[in-house]
């Protein structure tokens, strides 16, 4: 008896490209695949790095069961027909290197990355994750030409899950207890709205005082810096990955999420042509709608104050690369 596969079907399984095989695209492609979500294209201009992690996933898959292809490679053809592509190419800041530097080089890579990219794949949804992110998001709309509802940046999932995490460590509570929203840009001029905080639907200023809010606040602010301190050679990707996946997730299974995702804006909250943190929904199409949330005159201000930041960067960055 003797088994051989048709080749008269063809499926269409979803696919997800990730550009950049470094710990965050790496680690988001095993999430992908393992939670059975697409399969998954691992880019990188190193030579063999993609391959041989792709490779290195494929040998998990009977231990994890899944069926999920994943591919490693060097060449933007095999990207083909994505239906998303994440962006987390790029360097991270070094002693000695300026804002300016790191925004001259990764803004290169991005757009370099997003033209490449929407060439083969132009009806993808991008999601971006290379810092400065807000600017690097604004970089890659304008280099695509996608409409707003295709292209956003993961910012604030991960740092509405560090706010989630710090006050559930505080109160000794179940992390998926806790429910928290953080806006504006992806830094320490983020705005965690404290007053939609809750455990269980209790607010949290019910629960902790405005001392012990406030320094929470301050630590989701520094999160990233405090990993970086920590690891010395390195910052986190374990949650910026898992955050990644759950915004694919949200469009590949058009769940229609409620989620703080940077975007480009057209007036909402009073704020024009800039990428901000604010909540969105995201299915199938991308971005759905956006949320405009109450806010205090404090909140707007701060909101305000960090789109401010955002496009002094985009300006900033825009120089660099006309005088690049």
Not at 43 to 56: H, N, R
Not at 160 to 169: K, N, Q, V, Y
Request: glycine residues 8%; negative net charge.
């Amino acid at each position: 008896m003797s088994f051989s596969p048709s080749s008269q079907i063809v499926c269409n399984l979803p696919r997800v490209t990730i550009v950049g095989a470094g710990r965050v695209g790496s680690t988001l492609a095993q999430r992908v695949a393992e939670k059975n979500l697409a399969d998954v294209v691992l880019l990188d201009i190193i030579a063999g790095m993609p391959q041989g992690l792709a490779l290195d996933l494929m040998e998990a898959r009977g231990i994890e069961i899944h069926n999920r292809q994943i591919i490693g490679t060097n060449n933007y053809a095999d990207t083909s027909g994505s239906q998303i592509v994440v962006i987390t190419a790029g360097f991270p800041r070094k002693p000695g290197m300026s804002r300016d530097d790191l925004l001259k080089i990764n803004a290169k890579i991005v757009v370099e990355a997003a033209k490449n990219a929407i060439a083969h794949s132009p009806n993808a949804i991008f999601i971006v994750v290379t810092n400065p992110l807000d600017v690097m998001t604004y970089l890659a709309w304008q280099a695509t030409g996608l409409p707003r509802d295709r292209i956003m940046g993961m910012a604030g999932v991960l740092d509405s899950a560090r706010f989630e995490t710090f006050i559930a460590l505080e109160l000794g509570v179940l992390p998926t207890d806790v429910k928290a929203m953080v806006l504006g840009s992806h830094g320490d001029l983020m705005v965690p709205l404290s007053r939609y905080a809750t455990v269980n639907g209790i607010p949290i200023t019910e629960l902790l005082d405005a001392t012990t809010i406030e320094r929470l606040v301050e630590r989701t602010r520094n999160g990233g810096a405090e990993i970086v301190e920590l690891m010395h050679t390195g910052g986190a990707f374990f949650a910026p990955a898992s955050a990644t996946s759950v915004m694919v997730e949200s469009i590949l299974l058009n769940q229609s999420r409620l989620l703080p995702v940077a975007a480009y804006l057209q007036g909402e909250y009073g704020l024009e042509d800039v990428v901000i943190g604010v909540p969105c929904r995201l299915g199938c199409g991308g971005i759905e709608s956006i949320l405009e949330l109450t806010l205090t005159d404090e909140e707007r201000e701060g909101l305000r104050t960090s789109a401010r930041s955002v496009r002094q960067n985009i300006e900033r960055s825009q120089e660099i690369i006309r005088n690049s």
